[in-house]
């Protein structure tokens, strides 16, 4: 008889942890992953601004190629496509699949910074790059000064003015940090202590036809427009193309990102100048800290990658 209950007593046992077992699969936790050797993933969440512009694609994608050299990581990539909320919400998505830190993109220095507080509140740490939030409770920072940026194409214009004359100022989506900064750049070197005019100052949103439309309406409104200064490429490329059908070769345009559409321009004679800030090398040091981080290892506050004035001087170089 003893035995019989020993019996009904060790099948009762193992039910009871067949069930508890049961419970915790289907609790709504995600279960992270194993890498090749066994030992669990560590889950990295990316939230870009956007893939659409060109810039943000190539380091997108970059941070996605460095991201396969680390065997033990999982990458979650998610696109914001230029939207405050959804950034937002693509964050607070990947707060609840349990990532191990954040790599931010911020869309707007103000609104992005949202997602710092929700990251700090689920104990996740958060690393911010190539654009910052106006919030300082993030661990790291990987990107460039967008303050070097706007004064290296600021002096550049200003040198080949001599110090006077008239200019248009092309902006890229207001609120975020490289417009804020860029034009910061700008108005410390170009706008300060010169005789140079701003005849106009619009933005365009990063976006390459509304520059040309832009530009195309001050074609016909300004009769002398010595220099447009565009605060990124595609910008650039963009007023460009309205100079060129309005038969305007004399005006001097100049971007930031040195994108490989913007080198050849500068290699060609249309653009002026760009301004190389190096995707690869942020992406390569983004993921580098990321995974610092998620060691529990101790990084910098800031890494910053210096950024590099292009002109038909030096153009080959980096063909």
Same mark, same amino acid.
């Given at each position: ?51 659409? $512009?060109?810039?943000?694609?190539? &380091? ?5 190629? !460095?991201?396969? /050299?680390? %065997?033990?990581?999982?990458? +979650? ?68 000064? $967008?303050?070097?940026?706007?004064? &290296? ?5 200003? !040198?080949?003015? /001599?110090? %006077?004359?008239?200019?248009? +100022? ?150």
């Amino acid at each position: 008889m003893k035995k019989m209950m020993r019996k009904i007593g060790s099948m009762l046992m193992a039910i009871l942890l067949l069930t508890s077992l049961a419970a915790c699969s289907n609790s709504g936790e995600p279960a992270k992953e194993e890498s090749d050797s066994g030992k669990e993933k560590i889950l990295i969440g990316v939230s870009m601004k956007t893939m659409s $512009d060109e810039f943000s694609n190539t &380091l997108g994608e970059a941070i996605k190629a !460095e991201a396969a /050299d680390y %065997e033990d990581v999982e990458l +979650i990539f998610l696109d914001a496509q230029a939207d405050i909320s959804k950034q937002i919400s693509n964050v607070e998505d990947m707060v609840a699949k349990g990532i191990d830190v954040l790599i931010l993109n911020a869309q707007d220095a103000e609104g992005s910074g949202q997602a710092l507080d929700i990251c700090e509140e689920a104990g996740i740490p958060v690393l911010e790059v190539n654009t910052t939030t106006t919030k300082t409770n993030y661990t790291s920072y990987v990107g460039s000064n $967008d303050v070097e940026a706007g004064a &290296l194409i600021g002096n550049y214009v200003k !040198e080949q003015l /001599d110090g %006077e004359g008239t200019v248009c +100022i092309i902006e890229g989506s207001m609120g975020q940090s490289p417009q804020i900064y860029r034009y910061q750049g700008i108005e410390e070197t170009l706008l300060t202590d010169t005789n140079v005019e701003v005849l106009a100052q619009l933005t365009a949103d990063w976006m390459r036809d509304k520059a040309m439309s832009i530009t195309e309406d001050w074609l016909g409104r300004y009769e002398k427009i010595d220099a447009i200064l565009c605060e990124d490429d595609e910008m650039a490329l963009g007023a460009l193309e309205a100079c060129k059908g309005s038969g305007r070769d004399d005006i001097i345009i100049v971007g930031v990102d040195a994108t490989p559409n913007a080198v050849e321009s500068v290699k060609e004679g249309g653009m002026a100048a760009t301004v190389l800030q190096d995707a690869q090398e942020q992406a390569s040091k983004t993921m580098e800290v990321a995974y610092k981080i998620a060691k529990g290892e101790t990084v910098e506050k800031e890494y910053i990658v210096p950024f590099q004035l292009i002109t038909a001087d030096n153009v080959d170089d980096f063909l």
